[in-house]
């Protein structure tokens, strides 16, 4: 049996990509990227103690992140969320762009929570259930997080059709 | 439009080739905190008395302590005899560096050679333990490299890693008639742990010594005042040391007593030194812990 603690450090290693693109999609700069994925292996093995069941590496550590990459916008204040007008220009703008590096800008400029949801469900792949328990809130608060998302996913494609 | 997330985009975000670097910094840097800080809040947690055996073992340091003599209690005996000349001698018998796909193996066999013949068991042995050592190397390397790539990892990605497996040796002790080698194997990859093997052995009676054989029958008592005296006096010295049962720390039971399965060498003095692993007596941070025993 491999200590929890060596554990740990492997499934760190062994993620390190994956966690390295969900903090550049919230801070969308490469050094605060590095810098975010950096802090959280700090604070999640200085607290390797907080994870009372082993299974549950994988959403201690997504949030963990996620807290670290939301604490880096709020202090950089960069979190600045277009505004509707801001993301039409955008798509006309960045009409060299293809659909889907569009549609990642503008997932990566959502407000919070929503833009965590999109992330965590269609980026990384995750259940409804597993946001839910990394983000803390209810199974029903996410899918509304979740739909409210698409809403706004939705007014982009149509939008784009255009 | 087609109905797009944005997916292959994230999927194509450009690593830094910094990445793993900094993954190791962190990583480096909380082991050097907790060791610096020598507290056991988080590592109390992850505290487990007795573990041993682990399959992330990354380096084994064996033992061979050789003595060509029958009489009991003879090590602390023979420990003041002067050296006329070595009846034994250790050979490197192989030295390789290979390098296979992503393992280096780096091997460095000791070999003994006696004129009483007796160490072809001792050679055999050495042998099959450098070669279990490598084999077990190369299945977990196998298997690490397969979930790397399993869980997102790309062959170019891989490309880059290093990982040694290492055989190797030193004399710690040489007189007329005992010898004390030391064979050393690690591998180095993701984290490092330690597991020691120690072999008394008597060639002439062709068996292993045990404590009561160099320490007499009272060995328990004469292992357990010494052994609690050094905790007590490391503990006196050092306040960032802990030994779980001893203190304030009584959460957990640590030392309580040697057994005949207590794990032990004979030093440069001819003196035993008996060991616990890491984690058997004492937080995972302050590693295996040895205690020498005074005649």
Known sequence: MPDAYDDVVQYIVSHQEQFYRVAYSYVRSREDALDVVQSAICKALEHQESLRNPQAVKSWFYRILVNEALSMLRRAKKETPLEEQMMEQMIYEEAAYDQDQQAYALVTRLPEPQRTVIILRYYEEMTLGEIAEITGANLNTVKTRLYSALEKLNKFWKEAEQ | ?295
């Open chain 2, 1 to 295: 439009m087609k109905q797009t997330f944005g997916k292959e985009t994230y999927d194509h975000i450009a690593i830094p080739a910094e990445l793993a670097q900094r993954v190791d910094e962190a990583i480096a840097s909380v082991r050097r905190e907790n060791l610096r800080r020598g507290q056991s809040r988080w590592d109390r947690s992850r505290w487990k008395p007795l573990r041993v055996c682990g399959a992330a073992a990354a380096a084994v340091l064996l033992c061979f302590t050789l003595a060509l003599n029958t009489s009991m209690a003879f090590a602390v005996e023979m420990s003041k005899i002067p050296v006329i000349g070595p009846l034994s001698r250790v050979l490197t018998i192989r030295e390789i560096t290979v390098k296979e796909n992503d393992v280096t193996t780096e091997l460095k066999i000791p070999a003994i050679e006696l004129d009483s013949g007796l160490s072809d068991t001792v050679n055999a042995r050495i042998q099959s333990i450098a070669d279990q050592w490598i084999a077990d190397a190369e299945a977990e390397f196998a298997e690490y490299r397969e979930a790397y790539l399993a869980t997102g990892g790309t062959e170019e990605e891989w490309a880059g890693r290093d990982m040694t497996a290492r055989v190797d040796y030193q004399v710690c002790y040489e007189t007329e008639d005992i010898l004390s080698l030391e064979l050393i194997t690690e591998k180095c990859w993701v984290s490092a742990a330690q597991e020691h093997h120690f072999y008394n052995l008597d060639l002439k009676e062709d068996r292993e010594l045990t404590l009561a054989d160099v320490l007499g029958p009272d060995y328990t008592q004469i292992c357990n005042n010494s052994i609690v005296a050094q905790i007590e006096e490391r503990m006196a010295q050092d306040e960032s040391i802990s030994y779980p049962g001893f203190g304030d720390d009584t959460q957990y039971e640590g030392f309580t007593t040697v057994t005949p399965e207590t794990k032990f060498y004979l030093n440069a003095q001819g003196h035993v030194v008996v060991m616990f692993e890491k984690y058997e007596i004492a937080p995972g941070y302050m590693g295996p812990q040895t205690f020498e025993i005074l005649p």
